[in-house]
């Protein structure tokens, strides 16, 4: 395996047009998505948006009602999961209990009828890549949890598929070996240059890992992009919502030429350009864009103003984190560096930022159901 | 220590009842050693003749051999149709799969004496009285609900899963099977079988009507043998098969827990 090799390795993977339907219930509504070969693609949202469905339509554990599915530019829609060739790592690991770890991850290659000297050469290998190679004669019932996923992923990845399926892996475990898991899956992801698809519902660990992540909402793809072209330039609403912190600002519009504003409680603001389609609009702002100021200094000139009392100051180290209660009642949340003037609860403030920093969006409701 | 009193009446009240649970059971077993040919108790003297007479008549012996032959079959036959019954009915989605168990467990509940009947009934048209055959299907349907408890508990352990982890690992259905779903199900597959041989083995209702001269089994003969006269070979033939149930019953208990515990 030499360096400039291991991206021919993975498999495109073309989506096209799937849809799944339960009854009534549509799991996933036309849903299409390349991902190119080699990619780390992160499949995000909250439960029961699609995504856990879209892996278990390319494994082969779920049939679409209609659509198409090709890996590395064949169809493989017709076949069953046995026959795919590609490897799945489940959150609930998945060993089998009566096998060692050694006879675990030798598994899918004594099914493929490779002599035993060749067999164990790679077990030590796939072993050896997840730093497991010394538990090869324990039980999965005598690992930890963390140790069980590692002989899951060796398994899975043993007999070189093309395509390597992950459905929240790291959600079983606690906060600090997925921290450190997720830096081992990236690791073995840029040694391998297998085409990842991973599942999860944790945009922290959606960020860490992937090249390119796909926003599932409501059996539907809301965006795909890298981790930076979601937190800075979200299409909806429900994106913006669910990457990063944010603050949304309502009002009553006004839209004069090419330039939208809002008034929120008598203050008027600059909103940015002009949605198309005439629809309501939301002003997004990320937390660091955002600035305190006193309300006697003047604001500068592309500034949008609104006053608010801080009803939340949090210092944390590496700089301060605000909560300002707006005067129509929507709360704005600030992160300021640790050279701004403090502020303390009970301050009458003005929140000051950018236009150009302002995101105007389409107002949708769907995009608070999540967020509960 | 006010409650001791209380403790020792509870003890002495457990041992009552202990007592009165097994010796029945354990008083057959001094009887098969009586020097006399009587089934007085307590007995007298000491020897082992009713013993020998078991393995030297051949109406014990090949009513011994009778039984084996036929719980041999019943266990085989009554595992098989039962393990593949308990997989599909714990396959079943449909809402009906509650009642086919509740049929499938009602030769257990169903009085012994009206199943023997029914079953009596139609033998006689089919020439099954007094056949293996006869006494193998009966007693299978007698067995196979034993079987189904026994797999279902292990199936209910069985993480289904499991099974599509080796499809995506390249298993088709049946090596799935036979690398991952039975080996994780075989204790409960091994006490079923070992339940279905002594359900079959000491089978007595059944046995009695569809019994002939030519074909009985043990208890069948045990049962003519102290109607007709006071024989106390059938105190040996107790103790032997009492002690190879007894041993039989504990491997099935101990293999189904292990299997439930892991």
Redesign the interface.
């Known amino acids: 395996m030499s360096a400039s090799n291991t991206r021919e390795r993975g498999a495109a993977i073309d989506i096209k047009g799937a849809t799944k339907r339960y009854g009534n219930f549509t799991a996933l509504d036309d849903v299409s998505l390349h991902i190119e070969p080699g990619e780390f693609m992160t499949l995000l949202g909250p439960s029961g948006s699609g995504k856990t469905t879209t892996l278990n339509v390319v494994a082969g554990f779920t049939d679409l009602t209609s659509g198409d599915l090709a890996v590395g530019g064949k169809s493989i829609v017709a076949l069953p999961a046995h026959k795919r060739n590609i490897g799945v790592v489940f959150q609930h690991y998945a060993l089998f209990p009566h096998m060692t770890v050694g006879k675990n991850v030798a598994y899918p290659l004594t099914l493929r009828g490779m002599d035993k000297q060749a067999r164990d050469r790679l077990v030590v290998r796939a072993l050896d890549m997840v730093k497991m190679a010394d538990f090869a004669h324990r039980y999965p019932s005598e690992l930890s949890g963390g140790q069980q996923q590692r002989v899951a992923l060796a398994r899975a990845i043993v007999f070189d598929p093309p395509l390597l399926l992950m459905d929240e892996p790291l959600g079983a475990l606690d906060k600090k070996l997925r921290e450190w898991l997720q830096l081992e899956i990236k690791r073995i992801h840029r040694e391998l240059g297998t085409t990842f698809v991973y599942v999860t519902h944790d945009q922290e660990e959606a960020l860490v890992l992937s090249d390119r992540i796909a926003v599932f909402n409501q059996g539907r793809i809301e965006q795909v992009g890298t981790g930076r072209q979601l937190y800075d330039e979200p299409t909806t609403l429900f994106v913006a919502k669910f990457i990063g912190e944010s603050t949304s600002l309502r009002g009553a519009a006004q839209t004069s030429g090419n330039e939208t504003s809002l008034t929120i409680a008598g203050q008027k603001i600059v909103a940015g350009g002009k949605l198309a389609g005439g629809r309501k609009p939301v002003v997004l702002l990320r937390p660091e864009k955002l600035s305190l100021a006193s309300t006697k200094t003047p604001a500068a000139a592309g500034q949008n103003s609104l006053t608010g009392e801080v009803s939340e100051a949090i210092y944390l180290g590496s700089g301060s984190k605000y909560q300002v209660t707006l005067r129509d009642g929507s709360v704005a949340i600030v992160r300021s560096s640790l050279e701004a003037t403090p502020f303390s609860i009970g301050d009458t403030v003005d929140l000051r930022w950018s236009v150009v920093d302002a995101k105007l969006l389409a107002d949708d409701d769907r995009a608070d159901m999540t967020m509960t | 220590m006010r409650q001791a009193p209380f403790r020792i009446l509870l003890g002495l009240f457990c041992l009552l009842v202990a007592v009165w649970l097994v010796m029945p059971t354990l008083v057959i077993i001094p009887m098969s050693f009586n020097e006399k040919k009587s089934l007085a108790f307590p007995p007298s003297g000491f020897s082992w003749q009713w013993y020998e007479n078991f393995f030297t008549n051949p109406d014990w012996l090949s009513s011994f051999f009778n039984s084996l032959r036929v719980a041999g079959l019943v266990a085989v036959a009554a595992t098989l149709i039962g393990t593949l019954a308990s997989l599909g009915l714990s396959r079943m989605k449909h809402s009906g799969a509650g009642l086919l168990r509740a049929i499938l467990i009602t030769p257990m509940i169903v009085p012994g004496v009206v199943l023997a009947i029914g079953i009596y009934a139609v033998y006689l048209d089919y020439q099954l009285v007094g056949t293996t055959t006869g006494f193998v299907i009966a007693h299978t349907m007698l067995a196979i609900p034993f079987v189904i408890i026994a797999v279902s508990a292990s199936l209910e352990v069985f993480?289904v899963?499991?099974e599509?982890?080796?499809?995506?690992?390249?298993?088709?259905r049946f090596?799935?099977f036979r690398?991952?779903t039975l080996?994780?199900i075989a204790p409960g597959i091994l006490s079923g079988l070992l339940f279905a041989f002594v359900t079959s083995f000491d089978e007595i209702i059944v046995a009695l009507f569809i019994t002939s001269p030519y074909l009985k089994t043990l208890p069948v003969q045990i049962f003519t043998s102290i109607t007709r006269d006071a024989d106390p070979t059938v105190t040996a033939v107790g103790t032997i098969i009492f002690i190879a149930t007894t041993l039989i019953i504990s491997a099935g208990l101990i293999i189904s827990s292990k299997s439930t515990r892991?």
């Open positions: 993480d899963r499991l599509t982890a080796a499809a995506s690992l390249g298993a088709d090596t799935t690398t991952v080996p994780l892991s």
